[in-house]
């Protein structure tokens, strides 16, 4: 059966396509195919005119290439032959549909006129449903593609070749990771049909799409734009998003996205704007756009947290401009959001303000990032109207399945000893399904169940044993901890042959990360048997762009490592997600940090905390990297979960931050004091042995 994804079309031609594609269901239900209708869209610099495919059918019986015509033309062959080079050009490009100068198979580019025009020789044209199956019945392969063939066939039709960047690692051999990820990149790319329905879907009004991480939305949101673009070329199109070291990836993504469609091409940066959401005047982003255009003077990041507080400076900042403009201009004709999850109604609502009445508004975030709720509001209680366009994206396509059934299983602390519930969960037992989840029975409250991923959702792109692409360490102390990530390190470069882009490391220790990656240097510096192996930078030391770099290991904070993604990734100071006075936050960012692997993870800490992980992580194991519940919780309990679990309010936290600064300052002055001092002084005692005690009693 064909999958069919379609774009804006007249509705005739739409209804003459939709009747062959009945048809074709009907003579041959067993052919696997996909119908894209009103794609794809070509543009002729030379003209200045666009070339527009009306159907290309792409089966595993054959290829058929279809244009409509409703008004009568002189030469119809002209515009057909046009079509058929152009898809030609495409087909020619991946090495796999080669043989010598030829391709490997036949395509048939046809005409359907509802005019009677003459045919032309060599230029089939159809005039009626029945006229367009029997060409395809005399046209079809006599046997059908192999898996390979039209894979490699959809993949040039989708233009989806080289989204992976196929760098070679040099002295991989059979066993190293460097050998599986080469491996990985010679699979032939491909859109799944959701995520062409994504890419392709209405522009009018406002389009959702979520999935959970590694579904692939930055990159469709990213071809999104350039396809809204080639059908609209005098819009104003922007994309754009909340972690700045997205930006980066966003414009690799744009440039290969219209460079494929436009002979190399760059494309326009006043058209296509990729602007990070909030900005400043060296780069500009929305809310900074939006503010001087209607006379309004901007916020920065300081301004706004020192009148709003941390967590809401961005979301007030633009509440307050809405409050101050009643009716804003339309500045642009679509924008696109990366990471809506990171932004509330306040902004979201911005951005439909600034669009006209049209309303092109398109908007990804990743569902179940925050793992105590489903992670947006309705788009009802958002923009006070419900959506006719919603695509959801099932398959993860980064991490290996025991990776994100690991992260989901921690991230929820299902498996802690000290509580049979989990510290969090979703709200609802529907998302598990739309996050790619099966479970061989109905979860209902209170009942037995396991949740499982099957090869559909979770691709085994990588071929490794599945239990050894993730693990949990403990250590001793971060002395012990930071010996053993630089071995590691150095292995992964020496021994598996890995490039330093291939690795990330994510220290959970956000204050403290600069001073935790300098000491680490300073270990490397130190012994001669690491120095000059291993560079390591800092993310965001150059710029608020700055991450990957060819020839050193990118270390980050999870703040940071947002957005972007990597074989190799390692989680120091874990540990601090255990008796957290922050426990939701700090078991979400945990999910988030090991969900940037596309390969491996070492998760790593230490104490009696990091042993506690690991003992979570051993369960998983056990469970055979499924999510096992003995009774799934009932509502009420899940409603409980949150309120013994809340983290700190904002205030109190401040007020702790505080008090550590003010104790740093007092040790800084130089008097002789003891933390055994300091520690009875704060707590309120006035003998050691008061302090243990009152330790004891707390442990």
């Known amino acids: 059966m064909l999958n069919v994804t379609c774009r804006d079309l007249d509705e005739n031609i739409k209804d003459i396509l939709e009747g062959i594609v009945h048809e074709f269901n009907e003579t041959y239900p067993y ?88 045919p032309i020789e060599d230029c089939p044209i159809v005039f009626s449903v029945d006229e367009a199956m029997e060409f395809i019945k005399e046209n079809k392969e006599q046997e059908q593609f192999s898996d390979f063939d039209y894979n490699a066939i959809l993949s040039a039709i989708q233009e989806a070749y080289g ?43 406002i389009q959702r799409i979520r999935g959970m991480a590694g579904s692939g939305k930055t990159v469709v949101l990213a071809r999104k734009a350039v396809e809204i673009f080639m059908a609209h070329r005098d819009w104003t199109i922007v994309i ?55 006379g309004i003077e901007p916020l920065n990041f300081t301004q706004a947290k020192t009148k709003y507080g941390k967590n809401r400076a961005f979301s007030k900042a633009c509440e307050e401009i809405l409050k101050q403009v009643s009716e804003m201009d339309k500045m642009y004709d679509c924008i696109l959001i990366d990471e809506a999850q990171d932004f509330d109604k306040s902004f979201l609502s911005l951005c439909l303000k600034v669009l006209g009445d049209e309303k092109r508004l398109v908007y990804a975030y990743d569902e179940l990032q925050q793992l105590n709720e ?52 979703p709200s609802s037992p529907n998302v598990w399904e739309a996050i790619g989840y099966r479970s061989d029975g109905e979860i209902k409250d209170g009942a037995e169940v396991t949740l499982y991923r099957t090869p559909e959702t979770s691709p085994e792109l990588l071929k490794v044993d599945k239990n050894q ?18 071995q590691f390190l150095k292995d992964d470069i020496k021994k598996e042959k890995l490039l330093p882009s291939d690795i990330m490391v994510i220290d959970m220790d956000g204050i403290g990360s600069l001073t935790n990656r300098a000491n680490i240097m300073s270990m490397i510096d130190l012994d001669d048997d690491y120095k000059g192996d291993l560079s390591i930078h800092m993310a965001g030391s150059l710029s608020p762009e700055d991450f990957f770099r060819d020839n050193s290991i990118v270390y980050t904070s999870i703040f940071r490592a947002k957005g972007n993604e990597t074989f190799m ?18 078991r979400n960012a945990l ?109």
């Open 569 to 586: 990734v390692y989680i120091i100071n874990a540990q601090r997600c255990i008796n957290s006075l922050v426990p939701r936050s700090d």
């Open 163 to 205: 989204l992976n960047t196929r760098m070679e690692r040099p002295g991989a051999v059979p066993g190293t990771k460097a050998y599986m990820i080469n491996e990985a990149n010679a699979l032939i790319e491909k859109y799944d049909h959701a995520q062409m329905d994504a890419i392709l879907g209405d522009t009018t009004g």
């Open 469 to 486: 692409v993730i693990d949990f360490i403990s250590y001793n102390n971060f002395t012990e901890l930071k010996e053993a990530l630089i």
């Open 240 to 294: 754009t998003y909340s972690t700045r070291a997205l930006k980066e990836q966003l414009v690799r993504y744009i440039k290969k996205f219209y460079a494929d469609k436009n002979d190399g091409e760059l494309y326009d940066s006043d058209k296509i704007r990729i602007m990070q959401a909030w900005g400043s005047a060296s780069a500009v982003g929305v809310y900074y756009d939006v503010c001087r255009h209607h």
């Open 374 to 425: 489903e992670t947006m509001p309705t788009p009802k209680e958002i923009f006070g109207e419900e959506i006719q366009n919603d695509t959801p994206l099932t398959v993860c396509y980064r991490n290996q399945s025991p990776v994100i059934v690991t992260a989901h299983a921690i991230g929820m602390g299902m498996y802690r000893e000290d509580d049979y519930l989990p510290l969090q969960m």
């Open 31 to 118: 052919a696997q195919g996909e119908a894209y209708l009103g794609y794809p869209i070509y543009f002729n610099k030379v003209t200045n005119e666009k070339t527009s495919v009306d159907m290309a059918l792409i089966t595993k019986i054959g290829v058929f290439i279809f244009n409509v015509l409703t008004i009568k033309v002189p030469n119809y062959n002209d515009i057909q032959d046009d079509i058929y080079i152009r898809v030609k050009e495409k087909f020619q490009r991946l090495p796999n549909l080669r043989s010598g100068k030829a391709l490997k198979f036949d395509f048939y580019s046809i005409t359907y006129s509802t005019q009677q025009v003459s």
């Open 591 to 699: 999910f988030t940090a090991i969900t940037r692997s596309k390969g491996w993870v070492r998760v790593m800490g230490y104490g009696e905390e990091m042993q506690s992980l690991c003992k979570e992580f051993e369960q998983v194991k056990r469970n055979g990297f499924k999510l096992h519940f003995d009774r799934y919780p009932s509502e009420i309990e899940r409603e409980q979960m949150v309120l013994n679990n809340s983290d700190l309010d904002e205030q109190t936290l401040k007020s702790i931050q505080d008090t550590r600064s003010k104790i740093a300052k007092v040790k800084a002055t130089g008097k002789s004091m003891s933390n055994v001092q300091l520690m009875m002084e704060i707590m309120g005692v006035s003998t050691k042995e008061e302090l243990m005690k009152m330790l004891l009693e707390d442990e």
